[in-house]
C-alpha cells in the first residue's frame, strides 16, 4: 500500500454541493490543494476550491484529465455514474470505494445488502412494475412508501401509500424500479455519523437525533436522547455496516427508532451527512476533517464532544419575504451561520445552516430554533 497524502497534495472531490464546500475548506486549512469536478459552475464547493472543472460525467477524456491532477479522489454526491468512478479509480484512489458506492446508489441494492448481512430493516420488497404493487402491498401491508431505488434525496421520488387505492398515484409518482416498504411508526430518527480509515481504525460521532419537516431533514440535536444501550447498538451496527462495505470515509447510517427501543437501518450515506454538520462547531474534529483524513490515510481525529449541540437547516423557502436577516443571528454569540454560496433559493432548496452550542442538548436546540425564526421575524 502507498503512504499517506500529505498536505501540499491535492485532492479531488466529484461533486460540488455543500458538502465539498465544507470538506475543500478544511482541506484548505490543512494545508492541501482542492479540485472539484462537477457539471455546472460558481458551485459552492467550487467557489472555495483552488480549481473548478464544468465537465459532465460522461466526458471521459475531462474525468481522466481531472483525474491525472490529483492525489487521492472523493466523492461528495453518491449519484455520480459508476462509470465515472471506475474511470477515476484507474488513475488514483478513489475512497469510500466501489462497494460502499454501489451498494448506497441504489436502494434495492442497499436493502438487499442490509438484508442478507442480517441488520434490521423495515419489511421491504421489489417493485420493478405496476403489476408487482399491489401484491408486495398486500404482503408488507398498508400504510407503505413506495421509493425510487436510484436518485433519490431528500425524500424526493417517495410516495405514500395508505390503500391499494392509492397504487396508481403512487407508482405515477415514483415509476420504474423502486421498492415498497412498510411505514415505520417510529418514536424518533436517529443517525451515526462516523469515519473508518485505511486501515480499518473507526471513530464515531455519537448517535444524534433528527426531525424532518416534508421529508428533508429540519434540526439535528446532539447528542440523542436515547438509552446508552441504544447508542451503542447503533454505533455498533455503523462500524459493523462500514466493515462489510469496506469503506474508507466518512459516512452516515440513518436509523428509525421503533416503539420498544427496536432499531430500524433506514439508509447508508457513504459521506458526510447533513446530520453531522454541528460538529464543525460541536466536535474536536469534524466530519469533514475526518473525510478528509480518511480518504488521505491520515489517523482519524478524536471524535469527542465539548459541549451539546443543535443543528437547524435553512431551506429557500426562508427567503420568499425577501433576504433573512442575518444580523439578528450574528447577535446571538453561541449561533454560527453558515451560507452555501447558492445563487438562487428555490424552495426546498439547503442554502445553509445555523450551529447552536449550549450546555444541554435542549438548550441548543432551543437557540438554534430561536436563531432562525429571528430571521424572518422582521418580513
Ligand atoms: N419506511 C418509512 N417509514 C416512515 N418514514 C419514512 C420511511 N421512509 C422514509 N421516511 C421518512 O422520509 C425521510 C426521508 O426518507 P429517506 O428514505 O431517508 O430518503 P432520502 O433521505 O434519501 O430522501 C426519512 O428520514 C423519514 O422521515
Ligand atoms: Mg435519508
Redesign the pocket.
Given at each position: 500500500m502507498s503512504g499517506p497524502v500529505l498536505p501540499g497534495a491535492t485532492v479531488g472531490v466529484l461533486g460540488s454541493g455543500q458538502l465539498g464546500r465544507m470538506l475543500a475548506l478544511v482541506a484548505r486549512r490543512m494545508g492541501y490543494r482542492v479540485h472539484v469536478y462537477a457539471p455546472g459552475s460558481d458551485s459552492p464547493a467550487g467557489q472555495v476550491a483552488d480549481r473548478e472543472w464544468n465537465a459532465d460525467y460522461d466526458d471521459r477524456s475531462s474525468v481522466a484529465t481531472f483525474a491525472r491532477g490529483v492525489d487521492v479522489v472523493t466523492l461528495e454526491f453518491e449519484n455520480v455514474p459508476a462509470a465515472t468512478v471506475e474511470e477515476v479509480s484507474s488513475a488514483v484512489p478513489v475512497r469510500p470505494g466501489q462497494k460502499a458506492l454501489r451498494t448506497a446508489q441504489n436502494?434495492l441494492r442497499e436493502k438487499t445488502f442490509l438484508h442478507a448481512g442480517g441488520y434490521p430493516t423495515?419489511p421491504f420488497r421489489e417493485v420493478s412494475e405496476r403489476s408487482a404493487l399491489e401484491g408486495a402491498l398486500r404482503e408488507i401491508g398498508a400504510p407503505?412508501?413506495l421509493?425510487t431505488a436510484g436518485f433519490?434525496?431528500?425524500?424526493?421520488?417517495?410516495a405514500r401509500l395508505d390503500a391499494a387505492e392509492d397504487a396508481d398515484e403512487a407508482w405515477e409518482a415514483v415509476g420504474g424500479e423502486a421498492i415498497l416498504?412498510?411505514?415505520?411508526?417510529?418514536e424518533r430518527?436517529i443517525s451515526v455519523v462516523a469515519a473508518r480509515g485505511v486501515d480499518g481504525s473507526f471513530a464515531h460521532h455519537g448517535a444524534v437525533e433528527?426531525a424532518?419537516d416534508r421529508?428533508i431533514?429540519d434540526v439535528t440535536v446532539a447528542p440523542a436522547d436515547v438509552p446508552p444501550e441504544v447508542e451503542r447498538e447503533a454505533v455498533g451496527i455503523t462500524r459493523s455496516i462500514f466493515e462489510a462495505l469496506d469503506l474508507v470515509g466518512t459516512a452516515c447510517v440513518?436509523f428509525?427508532l421503533a416503539p420498544g427501543g427496536k432499531l430500524l437501518v433506514?439508509?447508508i450515506a457513504p459521506r458526510p451527512h447533513n446530520s453531522g454538520h454541528w460538529t464543525i462547531e460541536g466536535a474536536v474534529t469534524s466530519q469533514f476533517e475526518q473525510q478528509l483524513r480518511a480518504v488521505c490515510g491520515l489517523p482519524l481525529g478524536g471524535t469527542g464532544q465539548a459541549r451539546p449541540a443543535a443543528m437547524a437547516n435553512l431551506i429557500g423557502d426562508l427567503w420568499s419575504g425577501g433576504e433573512p436577516d442575518w444580523e439578528a443571528v450574528c447577535s446571538l454569540p453561541e449561533v454560527k451561520l453558515h451560507l452555501y454560496g447558492k445563487a438562487e433559493a428555490r424552495p426546498v432548496r439547503k442554502m445553509g445552516h445555523l450551529t447552536a452550542v449550549a450546555d444541554t442538548a435542549e438548550a441548543a436546540e432551543n437557540m438554534v430554533r430561536e436563531a432562525r425564526e429571528r430571521l424572518t421575524a422582521s418580513a
Amino acid at each position: 500500500m502507498s503512504g499517506p497524502v500529505l498536505p501540499g497534495a491535492t485532492v479531488g472531490v466529484l461533486g460540488s454541493g455543500q458538502l465539498g464546500r465544507m470538506l475543500a475548506l478544511v482541506a484548505r486549512r490543512m494545508g492541501y490543494r482542492v479540485h472539484v469536478y462537477a457539471p455546472g459552475s460558481d458551485s459552492p464547493a467550487g467557489q472555495v476550491a483552488d480549481r473548478e472543472w464544468n465537465a459532465d460525467y460522461d466526458d471521459r477524456s475531462s474525468v481522466a484529465t481531472f483525474a491525472r491532477g490529483v492525489d487521492v479522489v472523493t466523492l461528495e454526491f453518491e449519484n455520480v455514474p459508476a462509470a465515472t468512478v471506475e474511470e477515476v479509480s484507474s488513475a488514483v484512489p478513489v475512497r469510500p470505494g466501489q462497494k460502499a458506492l454501489r451498494t448506497a446508489q441504489n436502494r434495492l441494492r442497499e436493502k438487499t445488502f442490509l438484508h442478507a448481512g442480517g441488520y434490521p430493516t423495515a419489511p421491504f420488497r421489489e417493485v420493478s412494475e405496476r403489476s408487482a404493487l399491489e401484491g408486495a402491498l398486500r404482503e408488507i401491508g398498508a400504510p407503505a412508501v413506495l421509493k425510487t431505488a436510484g436518485f433519490g434525496y431528500d425524500g424526493k421520488g417517495q410516495a405514500r401509500l395508505d390503500a391499494a387505492e392509492d397504487a396508481d398515484e403512487a407508482w405515477e409518482a415514483v415509476g420504474g424500479e423502486a421498492i415498497l416498504e412498510s411505514r415505520v411508526d417510529f418514536e424518533r430518527e436517529i443517525s451515526v455519523v462516523a469515519a473508518r480509515g485505511v486501515d480499518g481504525s473507526f471513530a464515531h460521532h455519537g448517535a444524534v437525533e433528527n426531525a424532518h419537516d416534508r421529508h428533508i431533514l429540519d434540526v439535528t440535536v446532539a447528542p440523542a436522547d436515547v438509552p446508552p444501550e441504544v447508542e451503542r447498538e447503533a454505533v455498533g451496527i455503523t462500524r459493523s455496516i462500514f466493515e462489510a462495505l469496506d469503506l474508507v470515509g466518512t459516512a452516515c447510517v440513518e436509523f428509525f427508532l421503533a416503539p420498544g427501543g427496536k432499531l430500524l437501518v433506514n439508509e447508508i450515506a457513504p459521506r458526510p451527512h447533513n446530520s453531522g454538520h454541528w460538529t464543525i462547531e460541536g466536535a474536536v474534529t469534524s466530519q469533514f476533517e475526518q473525510q478528509l483524513r480518511a480518504v488521505c490515510g491520515l489517523p482519524l481525529g478524536g471524535t469527542g464532544q465539548a459541549r451539546p449541540a443543535a443543528m437547524a437547516n435553512l431551506i429557500g423557502d426562508l427567503w420568499s419575504g425577501g433576504e433573512p436577516d442575518w444580523e439578528a443571528v450574528c447577535s446571538l454569540p453561541e449561533v454560527k451561520l453558515h451560507l452555501y454560496g447558492k445563487a438562487e433559493a428555490r424552495p426546498v432548496r439547503k442554502m445553509g445552516h445555523l450551529t447552536a452550542v449550549a450546555d444541554t442538548a435542549e438548550a441548543a436546540e432551543n437557540m438554534v430554533r430561536e436563531a432562525r425564526e429571528r430571521l424572518t421575524a422582521s418580513a
